[in-house]
Antibody, heavy 123, light 107 residues
Framework: EVQLEESGGGLVQPGRPLRLSCSTS????????MTWVRQAPGKGLEWVGL??????????ESAASVKGRITISRDESKSIAYLQINSLESEDTGVYYC??????????????WGRGTMVTVSS | AIRLTQSPSSLSASTGDRVTITCRAS??????LAWYQQKPGKAPKLLIS???TLQPGVPSRFSGSASGTDYTLTISDLQSEDFATYYC?????????FGQGTTLDIK
C-alpha cells in the first residue's frame, strides 16, 4: 500500500523559512512525481508545486503565487520529498498535503494523499 | 496558467436528489480533468480521472462528462455520505490547478 506522511509543520514567525518533508513507502519512489497542495483555513485546495520523477528529469514546477519562494526537492535514497518555503507570510498558513499518482506517467491525477501537516505563520 | 471556474460554489440538496457541478477550463485540456471529494479534516479523495473514469470503489452514482471546455460531475441518488466539498483539477500541464470547490450540504 502506498503511504505518504507529511511532517515539519508548526508555528513559524513571518519571514522565517520552513522545510516540510513527505516520507513515502509502498512504491518505487524514484518512478513517481510528487506534488504539494495546500489549503488555507476554510478555503479551497491550492496546487503549490511538484517535482518530476527521475525518469522525467527530476525537475520542479511551482505555482505563480509562490514562485521564487519555494524549493521542491527529493531524496531518492530516503524516498522523501521536501518543500522549502522561504520568507513565510501569513498567507502561507494552512494545511500542506503531499500527494502522488500511482501512475508513472508525467500527467496523472493524484490518487494518493498524505494526511497533511499544519503550518501557522504568526508572530 | 489554466484557470478552472467551478459552479456553483455551494449547493443544497436532499438525499435521493440528482445534482450537477460544472467546471469550466480557461482553455482546452483534452479531458485531463479529475474530480475530488473532500470531507472536513480529511485529505481529498480522487473520485474521477480523465473526465469520466471512476476510481475503484467509487459508487456508480458518480459520473463525469464533458462538452468542449465544460466538465461536469453528476451525483445521482444522493446519499448522506456524499455531502462534502468537491473540487475539479486539471493535469493537462504539469502546472496543475484546482477549481474553487463546491460545497454540497443537506437541504
Amino acid at each position: 500500500e502506498v503511504q505518504l506522511e507529511e511532517s515539519g509543520g508548526g508555528l513559524v514567525q513571518p519571514g522565517r523559512p520552513l522545510r516540510l518533508s513527505c516520507s513515502t513507502s509502498g512504491f518505487t519512489f524514484s518512478d513517481h512525481s510528487m506534488t504539494w497542495v495546500r489549503q488555507a483555513p476554510g478555503k479551497g485546495l491550492e496546487w503549490v508545486g511538484l517535482i518530476r520523477s527521475q525518469t522525467y528529469g527530476g525537475t520542479a514546477e511551482s505555482a505563480a503565487s509562490v514562485k521564487g519562494r519555494i524549493t521542491i526537492s527529493r531524496d531518492e535514497s530516503k524516498s522523501i520529498a521536501y518543500l522549502q518555503i522561504n520568507s513565510l507570510e501569513s498567507e502561507d498558513t494552512g494545511v500542506y498535503y503531499c500527494s502522488t499518482s500511482t501512475s508513472e506517467l508525467p500527467l496523472a491525477p493524484l490518487d494518493v494523499w498524505g494526511r497533511g501537516t499544519m503550518v501557522t505563520v504568526s508572530s | 496558467a489554466i484557470r478552472l471556474t467551478q459552479s456553483p460554489s455551494s449547493l443544497s440538496a436532499s438525499t435521493g436528489d440528482r445534482v450537477t457541478i460544472t467546471c469550466r477550463a480557461s482553455q482546452g485540456i483534452s479531458s485531463f480533468l479529475a474530480w475530488y471529494q473532500q470531507k472536513p479534516g480529511k485529505a481529498p479523495k480522487l473520485l474521477i480521472s480523465a473526465t469520466a473514469t471512476l476510481q475503484p470503489g467509487v459508487p456508480s452514482r458518480f459520473s463525469g462528462s464533458a462538452s468542449g471546455t465544460d466538465y461536469t460531475l453528476t451525483i445521482s441518488d444522493l446519499q448522506s455520505e456524499d455531502f462534502a466539498t468537491y473540487y475539479c483539477q486539471q493535469y493537462y500541464t504539469q502546472v496543475y490547478s484546482f477549481g474553487q470547490g463546491t460545497t454540497l450540504d443537506i437541504k
